[in-house]
């Protein structure tokens, strides 16, 4: 414990080492300003937008409207050819730039702030106009340096719209086109106490709409807290930020409008709340899964990737999830103590790494493959198949009936040849690496969040170094007390209390099993448990009678009748919980074609489009919790649904193209089609019978 | 299970942030605090109790800083209300190696170069009390009332910009909330947008 907490203040001191020392501001101009503009000229009463280039010194930026806690927005001071107007600064979404404890919004390299620009009717073709303007701008790395520049354009009146700049025109249109949109959002906001404003936001575009990242960046700098985290909560019709309130609340205030841009999944929009009750549909999915932040947020190298994996394996060795397991370990290592062992417990050290390695990467390997047929499965996913979860409660039990002394597993490897008398060992240990990875994985999600998301975008190879590393750091602390002669020589030496200590350390591993069992009962009902509850009891008989014939074995008898009934026990056991239950309130669906559901549209029936595939954990979740219920099956039928079902369990083109043309990379996805046709509504990627009937309410309206 | 896994989330990302700025509350007791000031004398918020202070951080290379204390209005405003009986207390958070960073020659020489006339001039290079108060920006200023109270909080004016001829006809909101707490009468604008440039706080810890 003393050597873990040592090796975390290491690292997390060697990452502090590394904050930028104190900045030389070195020569000007930090920031290289220069107008251009999309049309290689302008006509008389014509609008187009001329841009402010700003090129900024790499490790320096520049403001956005808001600057955020410090700094302040360019300014431009315009000297224009009589009549000629110029419009507001189309703002391009700005970047998080984070100062110590504060926070900045702005930009780095280089940004078109897009001004619109209109020429008089009067305006003469052929003249030239020229557009002149006095530009203030704070550039800030670690200090702040005022530059004030002298910007000038001569753009030729033209008696026609002249033809875009080859170099501006798209660069500009860009610019524009990125910017936040005017987009059709309701949104509210609620001060709750000193601590929290809820600003909840709902409308088309945030459905289905990607919200790991979402930041909202509010118009005016007295707002909100800037540097405090926003929470997340998603909701099937859009999102729920807490944002810590800034001065404009204080002393039971609150602004009559709190306005600004929400950028969400690459996207940006303008926001503007009033005070009140959230709109409907902006809560209830919970925070969405957590993925490297996007929108200025630093891209995490490979590098400083691995390295926080290696720190995230470390804590994970404090998970409550995985103390069970240690235990189990450190009952294991405690046997190997002393010095004549030494050799040994490296051994075992090394196999407990490799176990945990491993299956990192094994798991790594699995999620990619998935990810790559499309199922929508995220870190700890193994944890949210019922039937996974209970083969873990059911392993549970079994190691803890092992550590009660019911049977055992090491003394049955020895049995099985002399070869593998000194590997048996060796094998447990493996063994019990695998285990740990596979319980404590879960845990890992809200700490590695970041590191996970970012490696699952990357390429497999990438992927896997991440994993690794979160391998590495999750064994080393064990692989260390392995070889570290010192700490090795601390483990007390074996004894009588090392049986003791076993059969107390099976009461954690009882308690791990029923915490699965808990976990089970919420994914599942009762009927379910009750079949894992039968299993738990035919697993202990299994045990028992492995213990029996180890104990005729031992005595040099034939036990393969007791061995074969142990076997054919555990195969009973593992069946029940995992055959799969009859679908009871199973709906009938159509396959859905192009045509068939253009014709029950041309009928004037709502039609609930089911993009599916057997392999998908999700869907099945869905169609087992959401789809495939009482509840859903009277809505289908009091609304006259038509319910096809489009299945991509094997490859189809067709539904491929279906998919990519909603956005979608693979399934689960869910459209509504209403009775007065027009394009489907897409439902949330996790449903519950409430999403569902609502929807197909909407739909037959 | 989802309730746990969302309380984790969050700790994780409370955690992830560092260590924010916390925000006194207006109307509420001010935070105490006792600083060591540019002679080295120890300097506590609760030995001007019963008097309307005013506190106002600062950092000697910020160009808004230069902006007040270039023209001499901050310097003017500081000379008036010490003689009206307000406690002016300047302070510096910037950390050592930052810009500002303030020893006690060097606050001094800085004083008297600028004609400083506060009541006194604290040195706060750990960002203590900076943090305490969620000071954002230099000039960022605070007004406490002669309860004890946070009576005003944010800009100096209603400028937030760098360029000097900003100063022209600009609404003095700390000389204006001081105005109020004279005469007795709510402080009509009691937070405005602090502006300025960013705090040089130890970013390391």
């Known amino acids: 414990m003393r050597l873990m907490t040592g090796l975390l203040a290491g690292i997390l001191g060697a990452l502090a080492l590394t904050a930028p020392a104190v900045a030389d501001p070195g020569p000007g101009p930090h920031v290289n300003a220069d107008l251009v503009a999309d049309h290689s000229g302008i006509a008389p009463g014509q609008t187009i937008h001329i841009a402010l280039r700003q090129q900024i010194q790499p490790h320096w930026h520049t403001y956005w409207k808001n600057p955020g806690d410090s700094g302040e927005p360019p300014r431009l001071a315009w000297t224009l050819p009589a009549g000629f107007t110029t419009g507001d600064i189309v703002w391009p979404t700005p970047g998080k730039i984070p100062v110590g404890p504060l926070m900045n919004y702005g930009y780095e390299g280089q940004v078109l702030l897009p001004i619109p620009l209109t020429a008089p009717a009067s305006a003469a073709p052929g003249a030239k106009a020229h557009l002149a303007a006095k530009v203030e701008i704070l550039v800030c790395a670690e200090i702040c340096v005022p530059e004030t520049k002298e910007v000038a354009l001569d753009l030729p009146v033209t008696a026609a719209p002249a033809p875009a700049d080859p170099t501006w025109g798209p660069k500009i249109a860009q610019a524009i086109a990125a910017a936040p949109a005017a987009a059709p959002l309701t949104a509210a906001f609620q001060a709750k106490g000193a601590t929290g404003v809820a600003l909840a936001i709902a409308g088309a575009p945030l459905k289905g709409a990607d919200a790991a990242g979402a930041y909202f960046y509010p118009a005016s700098a007295t707002a909100i807290d800037h540097a405090k985290p926003q929470a997340i909560e998603r909701g099937p019709d859009g999102l729920t930020l807490t944002l810590a309130p800034g001065y404009d609340f204080q002393g039971g205030r609150a602004p009559a409008t709190l306005a600004g841009v929400l950028a969400i999944g690459g996207k940006a929009y303008e926001v503007a709340a009033g005070p009140g009750p959230a709109p409907p549909g902006t809560s209830g999915l919970g925070p969405p899964a957590a993925k490297a932040a996007n929108g200025g947020g630093a891209d995490l190298g490979l590098l400083t990737a691995a390295v926080f994996a290696f720190v995230g394996g470390l804590i994970l060795n404090l998970m409550p999830c995985v103390f069970p397991i240690l235990a189990m370990k450190a009952a294991s290592l405690a046997a190997h103590g002393g010095a004549e062992h030494r050799a040994e417990a490296r051994a075992q050290g090394l196999a407990f790494g490799a176990g945990a390695v491993v299956t990192f990467v094994g798991l790594a390997g699995l999620l990619i493959a998935l990810k790559a047929a499309g199922s929508a499965v995220g870190w700890g996913f193994q944890l949210q198949s019922p039937p996974v979860v209970a083969v873990l409660a059911l392993l549970m039990l079994a190691v803890a009936l092992d550590l009660s002394g019911v049977f055992e597993v090491g003394a049955s490897l020895q049995g099985a040849g002399s070869g593998l008398a000194s590997r048996g060992g060796l094998a447990g240990s493996f063994f019990t690496g695998l285990l740990a990875v596979v319980v404590a994985a879960p845990c890992t999600a809200p700490f590695m969040g970041s590191a996970l998301g970012w490696a699952l975008t990357q390429p497999a190879a990438a992927a896997l170094v991440v994993f690794a590393a979160l391998g590495l750091g999750f064994a080393a602390p064990f692989v260390a007390v392995a070889f570290v002669p010192g700490l090795l020589a601390r483990l007390p030496r074996p004894g009588a209390w090392m049986d003791l200590f076993r059969k107390a350390l099976a009461f954690p591993m009882y308690g791990a099993a029923l915490w699965l069992v808990w976990v089970f009962a919420q994914q599942t009902g009762p009927e379910e448990l009750a079949k894992l509850f039968a299993a738990g009891v035919i697993v202990a008989l299994a045990a028992w009678l492995a213990g029996l014939a180890q104990k005729r074995m031992a005595l040099g008898r034939r036990a393969v009748g007791l061995g074969a009934a142990a076997a054919i026990a555990a195969v009973v056991a593992l069946a029940a919980v995992v055959w799969p239950k009859p679908a009871a309130a199973e709906l009938t669906a159509e396959p859905y074609s192009p045509a068939r559901l253009a014709e029950l549209q041309a009928q004037g029936r709502p039609v609930f489009v089911n993009y599916t595939a057997a392999w998908c954990v999700s869907c099945q979740v869905n169609d087992r919790v959401a789809i495939s219920t009482s509840t859903v099956r009277s809505a289908f039928a009091r609304h006259k649904v038509a319910y096809l079902k489009a299945d991509w369990t094997k490859h189809d083109a067709a539904i491929a193209a279906e998919l990519a043309s909603h956005g979608r990379a693979g399934v689960p996805l869910y459209l509504v089609y209403g009775k007065g046709g027009g394009d489907g509504v897409i439902l949330p990627s996790i449903l519950t019978p409430d999403i569902v009937v609502k929807a197909v309410e909407a739909a037959d309206r | ?205």
């Open chain 2, 1 to 205: 299970m989802i309730a746990r896994r969302t309380l984790l989330a969050a700790a994780v990302a409370t955690l992830a942030a560092g260590p924010a700025l916390a925000l006194p509350q207006l109307g509420q007791p001010a935070p105490a605090f006792t600083a060591t000031d540019d002679h080295g004398k120890p300097v506590t918020l609760s030995q001007f109790a019963g008097r309307t202070v005013v506190l106002e951080w600062t950092n000697s290379g910020c160009p808004y800083v230069g902006k007040h204390y270039n023209s001499g209005t901050m310097q003017a405003l500081q000379r008036k209300e010490t003689a009206d009986g307000v406690v002016w207390l300047t302070v510096s958070s910037s950390a050592p190696g930052m810009q500002g960073y303030f020893t006690a020659p060097t606050a001094r020489k800085w004083a008297a170069k600028k004609h400083w006339a506060g009541t006194d001039l604290l040195l706060d290079s750990a960002g203590k009390i900076g943090r305490e108060y969620g000071a954002r920006n230099t000039p960022h200023m605070f007004v406490i009332d002669k309860a004890g109270k946070v009576a005003y909080m944010g800009g100096i004016d209603d400028r937030p910009y760098e360029d000097p001829e900003s100063l022209k006809g600009a609404k003095p909101y700390v000389a204006m909330a001081l105005a109020d707490l004279k005469a007795g009468r709510p402080v009509a604008v009691p937070t405005s947008q602090p502006y300025g440039c960013s705090v040089k706080y130890n970013s390391a810890d």
